[in-house]
């Protein structure tokens, strides 16, 4: 596998593999802080920033559709609650700090959000580790969906050295 696929595959596997258990048996009414009022955008940068200051990633599950919190929880029956922790803080640590939202696509109750990392620098595979961190640069694709007038995450992917 290519490094530069790397980061596409964790960033789209990690949450999926995430333990959140006890925060998705909990409330997924949105009590993140979306609002029905709110942008794809603004929930999609809202999550973002939430997740980088996490404690843990039960902190996220409000955020997410139900169809992938279902999902995770099937997964985190098969997950160690060492190996989810350890993902959750991978996938901080590999995250850009700044993301730009290019476009917003939104059909009925489903939308595709386009997005750059601005001056993102691989933490894991940096310069000098590998020539894949000469990036053209960083781009990702966030899939939401309207579940009870709220926008939730249901999948996010980032692909660098495209």
């Not at 310069?127 to 999948?155: H, N």
Request: hydrophobic share 35%; charged share 25%.
């Amino acid at each position: 596998m290519r490094l530069s696929n790397f980061l596409a595959i964790a960033f789209s596997t990690i949450l999926t593999a995430s333990g959140l258990q006890a925060a998705c048996a909990q409330d997924n009414n949105g009590a993140a802080g979306s609002s029905s009022r709110a942008t794809p955008s603004q929930i999609y940068l809202n999550f973002h920033e939430k997740m980088l200051g996490a404690s843990s990633v039960e902190e996220l599950c409000p955020m997410f559709a139900a169809k992938r919190v279902e999902q995770i929880k099937s997964d985190e029956e098969k997950l160690p609650p060492e190996q989810t922790k350890a993902m959750f803080q991978f996938m901080q640590q590999v995250s850009p700090r700044k993301v730009r939202i290019l476009g917003e696509a939104v059909t009925n109750d489903t939308c595709t959000l386009t997005l750059d990392a601005p001056d993102y620098k691989d933490p894991i595979f940096g310069e000098s580790a590998s020539p894949v961190a000469t990036k053209k640069g960083t781009i990702g694709k966030v899939s939401m969906v309207r579940e009870d007038g709220q926008w939730k995450i249901e999948k996010e992917s980032w692909m660098s050295g495209h």
